[in-house]
């Protein structure tokens, strides 16, 4: 089993940023990529960016690529989030999520969710 803490939500004025974090512990030798994900209210979970650790690949979804940079400490297993230029539509609970597939962006693939934080961005 891995557990997965995340950090570092909070309420920010728009075009501001946030450094989110998540500490993984655990079985963490089975996990091959972790991700963020984040859900609106009345939307699906939707996928924002994830890390390979076996390869070091990274990729972001179209709606925050450029802003948003994903980043990791392997040995520490401790994942972030740097989130720049934050816009309204990006407020939502975001959840650290760890897989042992490789550079998957379907939540269905992750077995493993922290319990979320909380990101609003005002206008």
């Known amino acids: 089993q891995v557990t997965l803490v995340e950090s570092g939500g909070g309420l920010v004025q728009a075009g501001g940023s946030l450094r989110l974090s998540c500490a993984a512990s655990?079985?963490?030798?089975?996990?091959?990529?972790m991700g963020w994900f984040r859900q609106a209210p009345g939307k699906e979970r939707e996928f924002v960016a994830l890390?390979?650790?076996?390869?070091?690949?990274?990729a972001h979804a179209d709606s925050v690529r450029g802003r948003f940079t994903i980043s990791g400490d392997k040995a520490r297993n401790t994942m972030y989030l740097q989130m720049n230029s934050l816009k309204p539509e990006d407020t939502a609970v975001y959840y650290c999520?760890?897989?042992?597939?490789?550079?998957?962006?379907?939540?269905?693939?992750?077995?493993?969710w922290g319990q979320g934080t909380q990101v609003t961005v005002s206008s």
């Open positions: 999520a760890a897989s042992r597939i490789y550079l998957n962006t379907r939540a269905v693939n992750y077995d493993n």
């Open positions: 655990g079985r963490t030798a089975i996990i091959d990529t």
């Open positions: 890390i390979s650790w076996s390869g070091g690949n990274t």
